[in-house]
């Protein structure tokens, strides 16, 4: 199990820095999904599996599949980024790679000095997260389904699109 | 199951129900016809009934469930962001009657923003603090973009939704590293923790990044850079919601963080705090001096203003958190004036955002130029103003704290406050540079008078008597 | 009587809430009744009251009215409530009565502006917010006052606003004195932490058990205090709004210099003297505030050729003294000296006002001229108050009340021989600006024409201040003099008496009282030999400044002159050069450009991009970590 | 089994996950791939979440984690909105190229 853990992390963390990095955006998007399969694969070794199942239906197989839909829509996936391929260049990345590398400093010092000894990772299993769903945090799950409905009503306005009526306020622009 | 809500608890989250079930009552008439006027009225009815419920729910038992908290101190910032959002719908008809078609959605969205608020007062722990910051962000997004076809408010929206998204993200894993570091998600539980542990690093980071999420919705610099532009794209009325209901519910929200977990005793708090007041007070106003736009203008005002609060957050006990609550309530009906100011002056030219359609006002409009007066006095802290009072309270709890380097900071920025405020009115009362035409369907604004009408009389009766407001707060006290 | 004392305030309250609303639509008659009626029925009720007061005073030689709780908050609760003693009494009495004279004045001066209701509702106001300031009970129905004070001076300089340089002059008086206004709040916050209450008197009565005299706090509060002080009254280094404040119409130069807003700050020191007298190095600065502003302000006033800024001047200059005569710790004198300055300066500046109105709005003195015969009640009022202001003796009530500063600034035991000299030169200066301004205006050719005269309704308040200027100074004279302390007296109970260190020294003071009377005469006689016998002479001077072989025999051909150019033309012309130059305008200007450098700076920062907005909040996260974990 | 895993390197991953994804952020033209990366620091949150659960043995880790999913569908979906909207209007969706709005053409020059 160690050993799934450091593999996936390792796979995790390559394949993020390749979305990060890929001029080509479908490329990028492509190397996300690597990611967060293997993002999934260590959520399940830490004993999340209900999470872990998540994790690749929502995230890798829903939200990823918006973004490459919206990439195919527009139609930028290859060429426009192509023309830009040295775009790479250090000066665009230096600053912001070193700022994240302080952060992740500072953040392995804060996890790194613990005065409490380490503690043991323990399986929580899919039936506990339910019920806690359910009953515990019962509101919550409702403000969550507000917040969709915010969504779907707020995605619903903006994407609609009409072109012969303009507002009146912005005849000037 | 002994967790299900029942029915005496329905009756108990009855304000919170009114801004869902407006909303949902509104989506069936949707699907049905299309009424500007009803939808409209049905929104106004929908806060209004919140605040009735919140004032009838007062002096009832609290609520108290592993989410939320619905004490008296929830239910007075749930009335006053209702009121807001009752102001800014009459804000809003006049505007939105311009637009051809889709005018519905801006009030559901407005309701469910101003819902997003209040349970961010109402959560006492970071999965409900969580889910209501995002249900105001998410319908923010919306609400900033409204008007879609303009570039600018797109531009606005996209800036807000990805650094707001940013922002989440890092207050969300500073929850994580306090979760990991304490085991528990509720304010009482950290608390506990923190009153038998000491404070280690990691936890000192997640709270760190907590503030740091935290002082994004609250546009304290060096977190504000989204502030201008935002406020300068959105609409009107939008902007005077951004700038009152979304910053109110995280004073309230920070409020009972800090209440429950006695965060004003960690120095280390208390100096991040410190830095950030500090700097949001200097850098706020010294963006404001030369700006020609007024809505920026208010923007980085507004920057300046919540550094002032910051004080009273910090100072805490010996009514610190009165004083909080007190300036926000002087905060809001003046940056509702003078969004609403604003919002009655845009025309089929645009908004009225450059200070230079302000020359003369007073001359073409005496009685929104007279207001719009007050407004800026009330910023500045003109005695016998609400701001005057506000200030007053959130310097006497300074000066309880021993704040005096913050207290400096605010006397050296409210003299460069001055010099801004008065220059806008010193623009309305000079002579206009041309003959500018009549201005157009003056008659039709009076929802929008009506607001400024109420909001004048409570910013001179916050101004010359504060005590009854202040009784109110000080009754307020934060459950565990 | 003394229960109707709120009706002070409240009347030019309700005069400006009215004339404010209605004021459009009233006739300009019924807005003259209102305007000065309100103001009138208060100067009668404070007389009154004063009557009642002094005849049979109250227990405790105070009486407080209180009438509601203003707000209550951490233990605190600053209430609506008005304090009368012997020192409010007289600062009421003054800005009432003299408030009257210069409203009734302005009715007509005001007629036919198209802003008369507007002006008479700011200056109704204002006097309303002075009686408050005056009269508070606690600090911060006082700091309520102060503000509302500082509003109205704005809104009054700034009453022509459509010009823009008016517009800025209101700005920078109002922006400069808040300046000192920050340093007053911090320090009146500091006395609250100190005693966690508002009231003023309770803070008086403990200070002197609370604080060892000259302790760290006491003298930082003093200080503070200061700040607040030195900004309102244009002293030392925060003067520099009043010369520009001149944009005002006169009326509102007459109530700032006279009754209202300047000597808010003399009034601010005389109602903490327990906290300056415990704070000596404070009490010292007040006098060297004093002294040097006065003397500053007087070579000022030598080379200005508008009449209001020779009247600007001159009164920073006479607040000097009233600062020197405070800091010193003759309390009663420097009231007594602001009791008749308010008489005298309301005079000068209404009778200028009538000038320039005369003639077209014309300032320039060396345009003016030959108007004694033209506008005798003018000028005989004007010479008055001239009198006064240059202290001539016995017959102005100006050299009474100068005559005790200079006295107690030498004999009093803070005083000095140093505070002596530059109170004397200063009355030298004081006497010879002031009739180089009335000989050129007054005497010679008219140099142009006269097309309005002023009307009763203008010349009733000059002659009425005319007479108080003379006979105003019989209320308190010295020792060698009658010795009548009725003023003083009145002040008493509030103020501690001055502790004289040369007692008995009955000669000194004739020695001293003889020599001022000279050199006032000396002054006016310089004044005529430059301006009016020889008036070339000043011009040739400056045209051949330090060198020329001709201009230097003629120099020494006149010993005297010489002796005169080098004690005081060169150091006058060499102070007025530096003047010039705004050198003291750099300390309230060198701030903003501060501000505005740091704002061009810090604007480039928001400069819309998404991606270094991120960055910024990311910075921002990681400063913010680094705050909270390693420091 | 489990206890082989130690709970700091996995929080190390999640952190350095979060770092990447600001790095995305910050160097990222493309509004998309800006968003994306947004998705990747809060994905990282949600990781951090899981580990804390599973270190307290609590549900309460997977249900934040639930919840930051839901939020970031709700948010992706109208983010997504709001691009299509942002190509029609200027055909870029370019984030250098959105700058309609600052303090530097707007120079306040007079006073």
């Known amino acids: 199990m160690l050993i799934a853990f450091y593999i996936a992390g390792v796979i995790a963390v390559v394949s993020t820095i390749m979305a990060v990095t890929r001029s080509n955006a479908v490329h990028a998007l492509l190397y996300l999904i690597v990611s967060f399969l293997a993002a999934a694969v260590v959520l399940f070794v830490l004993g999340a599996h209900f999470a872990a199942a998540l994790e690749v239906i929502v995230y890798a197989g829903a939200i990823m599949v918006l973004f490459v839909f919206v990439i195919m829509m527009l139609n930028i996936g290859g060429e426009t980024e192509k023309a830009k391929e040295r775009w790479l260049v250090p000066k665009r990345w230096i600053g912001p790679a070193l700022m994240a590398a302080i952060l992740f400093a500072i953040l392995s010092y804060a996890i790194l000095n613990q005065p409490v000894a380490t503690a043991s990772l323990s399986i929580v299993e899919p039936k506990t997260v339910g019920i806690s769903l359910y009953t515990q945090y019962l509101l919550g799950v409702e403000i969550a389904a507000v917040m969709l409905m915010a969504g779907i009503i707020g995605a619903f306005h903006l994407g609609y699109t009409k072109r012969k009526s303009k507002h009146r306020f912005l005849k000037g622009e | 199951m002994n967790n299900l809500i029942t029915s005496g608890e329905l009756l108990q989250l009855l304000p919170f129900i009114t801004m869902l079930a407006g909303p949902v009552l509104m989506i069936f008439l949707i699907s049905i016809r299309r009424n500007h006027t009803f939808t409209w009225i049905l929104t106004l009815l929908s806060f209004a009934l919140t605040l009735a419920f919140a004032v009838y729910l007062m002096d009832k038992e609290p609520y108290v469930s592993p989410l939320l908290t619905i004490d008296r101190f929830s239910l007075l910032y749930t009335g006053m962001f209702a009121s807001a959002g009752f102001l800014v719908t009459l804000l809003a008809k006049r505007y939105l009657d311009n637009l051809s078609e889709r005018r519905e959605e801006f009030y559901l969205l407005l309701l469910f923003a101003t819902l ?114 935002v406020y300068q794209g959105s609409n009107a009325p939008v902007t005077a919601f951004i700038a009152t209901v979304s910053k109110g519910g995280m004073v309230g929200a920070l409020i009972r963080f800090f209440t429950m977990i006695h965060g004003t005793e960690y120095q280390q708090v208390v100096l991040v705090l410190t830095i950030l007041a500090a700097a949001s007070m200097l850098i706020g106003n010294i963006l404001a001096v030369r700006q020609n736009n007024l809505k920026r203008l208010l923007a980085y005002s507004s920057i300046a203003h919540l550094g002032y609060l910051m004080i009273s957050l910090i100072a805490f006990g010996d009514g610190g958190t009165q004083a909080a609550t007190f300036y926000l309530y002087a905060y809001f009906a003046t940056t509702l004036g003078a969004f609403g100011v604003i919002s009655i002056l845009s025309d089929s030219q645009g908004e009225a955002e450059e200070l230079e359609k302000y020359k003369g006002l007073f001359w073409k409009k005496p009685v929104l130029a007279a207001f719009l007066a007050l407004i800026m006095f009330s910023l500045a802290g003109i005695p016998l103003t609400a701001g005057f009072a506000g200030k007053f309270f959130v310097a006497l709890s300074g000066v309880k704290a021993d704040l005096w380097l913050l207290l400096i900071f605010l006397a050296v920025n409210s003299v460069i406050g001055v010099y801004y405020y008065l220059r806008v009115v010193v623009m309305m009362f000079s002579a206009p540079k041309e003959k500018t035409p009549a201005s157009d369907n003056s008659s039709t604004f009076s929802a929008g008078y009506i607001v400024l009408g109420l909001l004048a009389i409570i910013i001179i009766y916050l101004g010359i008597s504060p005590n009854g407001i202040l009784s109110l707060i000080g009754s307020a006290v934060i459950l565990p | ?565 080098l004690l005081i033309i060169r150091p006058f012309t060499w102070l007025s050069n530096i003047n010039k130059n705004d050198i003291v305008d750099y300390i309230s200007i060198a701030p903003s450009n501060l501000v505005v450098w740091l704002h061009n700076l810090t604007r480039r920062s928001q400069n819309g991009n998404l991606r270094w907005y991120a960055a910024g909040i990311a910075l921002g996260l990681i400063i913010t970590l680094t705050i909270a974990l390693f420091l | 089994m489990m206890e082989q895993i130690p709970v700091e390197q996995s929080l190390l991953l999640a952190a350095l996950l979060f770092g990447i994804g600001l790095v995305g952020v910050l160097i990222r033209k493309n509004m998309i791939l800006m968003m994306m990366s947004v998705e990747i620091m809060l994905n990282a949150a949600g990781m951090a979440f899981i580990i804390a659960g599973s270190r307290w043995a609590q549900p309460d880790g997977q249900v934040m984690f639930i919840f930051i999913l839901t939020m970031a569908a709700a948010e992706v979906a109208v983010g997504l909105a709001l691009i299509l909207k942002l190509f029609h209007l200027q055909k870029s969706i370019d984030a250098d190229e959105m700058t309609q709005m600052n303090d530097i053409t707007e120079a306040s020059e007079s006073n």
């Open chain 2, 116 to 229: 997003g608020s209040s349970l961010m007062v109402s959560s006492n722990g970071f999965a409900s603090l969580f889910l209501s910051l995002e249900l105001l962000g998410i319908s923010l997004y919306a609400l900033i973009s409204y008007i879609h076809r303009s570039g600018k408010a797109i531009e606005a929206g996209l800036k807000y939704l990805i650094l707001a998204a940013l922002s989440s993200a890092v207050l969300i894993f500073g929850v994580a590293l306090v979760y990991y570091e304490t085991g528990g998600l509720s304010y009482s539980s950290i608390g506990t923790y923190l009153s038998q542990h000491t404070f280690s690093p990691l936890l000192v980071a997640g709270i760190g990044m907590i503030i740091a999420g935290a002082g994004f919705k609250l546009s304290l610099v060096p977190f504000h850079w989204w502030t201008s532009d």
């Open chain 3, 1 to 565: 009587m003394m229960r109707y004392l709120w009706l002070v305030p409240v009347m030019p309250l309700l005069g400006f809430l009215v004339l404010a609303f209605f004021g459009r639509n009233l006739r300009k008659s019924i807005i003259t009744l209102i305007g000065t009626g309100t103001v009138g029925l208060s100067a009668l009720l404070v007389i009154l009251i004063g009557i009642e007061f002094l005849t049979s005073p109250p227990a405790g030689n105070a009486f407080t009215l209180k009438l509601w709780t203003w707000m209550s908050s951490g233990g605190l609760s600053p209430s609506i409530a008005f304090y009368l003693d012997g020192l409010s009494l007289a600062f009421i009495f003054v800005v009432t009565f003299v408030g009257f004279l210069i409203h009734v004045y302005s009715s007509e001066y005001m007629r036919d502006d198209e802003g008369f209701a507007r002006f008479l509702a700011f200056m109704n106001l204002f006097v309303s917010a002075m009686l408050i300031l005056v009269l508070a009970d606690n600090l911060a129905l006082m700091y309520l006052g102060w503000e509302g004070v500082g509003l109205c001076s704005f809104l009054l300089i700034g009453f022509w606003y459509k010009e823009s340089a008016n517009a800025a002059a209101a700005r920078k008086a109002f922006i400069v004195t808040r300046v000192g206004d920050t340093a007053m709040a911090l320090g009146l916050f500091l006395l609250i932490t100190e005693f966690n209450t508002l009231d003023i008197r309770s803070i008086l009565e403990t200070a002197p058990a609370h604080w060892t005299p000259g302790s760290a706090k006491v003298v930082w509060i003093a200080f503070l205090l200061l700040g607040g002080a030195v900004g309102k009254s244009a002293q030392l280094p925060l003067q520099t709004w009043l010369p520009d404040a001149m944009a005002g119409p006169s009326p509102v130069s007459a109530l700032i210099h006279a009754a209202t807003m300047v000597t808010a700050g003399v009034y601010l020191i005389a109602r903490n003297h327990v906290v300056f007298e415990l704070a000596p190095i404070a009490m010292k600065t007040v006098a060297i505030v004093g002294a040097s502003t006065l003397l500053i302000a007087g070579f000022a006033a030598v080379v200005q050729y508008d009449i209001k800024r020779v009247l600007a001047y001159s009164t920073i200059s006479q607040i000097g003294y009233m600062f020197l005569a405070l800091g010193v710790g003759a309390w009663s004198a420097g009231i007594f000296h602001f009791m008749i300055h308010a008489f005298f300066k309301a005079l000068l500046f209404l009778g200028a006002g009538a000038v320039i109105h005369a003639l077209h709005h014309e300032q320039n003195i060396f345009k003016m001229g030959g108007l004694r015969k033209e506008m005798p009640v003018i000028f005989w009022t004007f010479l008055a108050g001239s009198g006064a202001l240059a202290a001539l003796p016995l017959v102005t009530a100006g050299f009474y009340s100068k005559d005790a500063i200079l006295w107690y600034s030498w004999s009093s035991e803070k005083g000095s021989l140093f505070l002596w000299a530059a109170a004397f030169l200063g009355a030298f200066i004081t006497s010879i600006y002031t009739f180089r301004m009335v000989f050129i205006t007054f005497w010679g050719k008219m140099k142009t024409h006269i097309h309005l005269r002023p009307g009763r309704a203008m010349l009733i308040p000059l002659v009425v201040l005319a007479v108080l200027s003379i006979i105003g100074g019989f209320l308190e004279t010295p020792h060698n003099l009658g010795h009548i302390t009725l003023f003083s007296g009145m002040l008493s109970g509030v103020l501690p008496e001055v502790h004289i260190l040369h007692s008995g020294a009955e000669s000194t003071e004739l020695i001293l009282q003889v020599l001022t009377a000279l050199t006032g005469f000396f002054g006016i006689y310089l004044a005529w030999h430059f301006w009016m016998k020889k008036p070339g002479f000043l011009f040739r001077l400056k045209q051949t400044r330090a060198g020329a072989a001709l201009h230097h025999w003629w120099l020494t051909g006149w010993g005297f002159d010489w002796v005169y150019d």
